[in-house]
Nanobody, 115 residues
Framework: QVQLVESGGGLVQAGGSLRLSCAASGTFFSINNMGWYRQGPGKQRELVATITSGGSTNYADSVKGRFTISRDNAKNTVYLQMNSLKPEDTAVYYC?????????WGQGTQVTVSS
């Protein structure tokens, strides 16, 4: 089973930056995909970005060019660098990791962007 612990959320002004981190621990051989989802107030959870073990990335259109996902396989950690933040990026951000066939989720970290 995989345990995920996120960090790095907080309050930032529009145009600012934040970096989220998510460290995985537990008993597993390797992690397949890792990524970030978010859930804004009154909204459904949506994909933000994913990254494979080989480094291939996928982004939601709304964050392309502003967010960058990366991972350190040796540390079992995934990162999300968020630049040019907008008020509409305000949400709880959830990390996930897939160790086939199971997907695990973090507890979420709040990101609030003020206008």
């Amino acid at each position: 089973q995989v345990q995920l612990v996120e960090s790095g959320g907080g309050l930032v002004q529009a145009g600012g930056s934040l970096r989220l981190s998510c460290a995985a621990s537990g008993t597993f051989f390797s992690i397949n995909n890792m990524g970030w989802y978010r859930q804004g107030p009154g909204k459904q959870r949506e994909l933000v970005a994913t990254i494979t073990s080989g480094g291939s990335t996928n982004y939601a259109d709304s964050v392309k060019g502003r967010f960058t996902i990366s991972r350190d396989n040796a540390k079992n950690t995934v990162y999300l660098q968020m630049n040019s933040l907008k008020p509409e990026d305000t949400a709880v951000y959830y990390c996930y990791a897939r160790v086939s066939p199971v997907s695990s989720w973090g507890q979420g970290t709040q990101v609030t962007v003020s206008s």
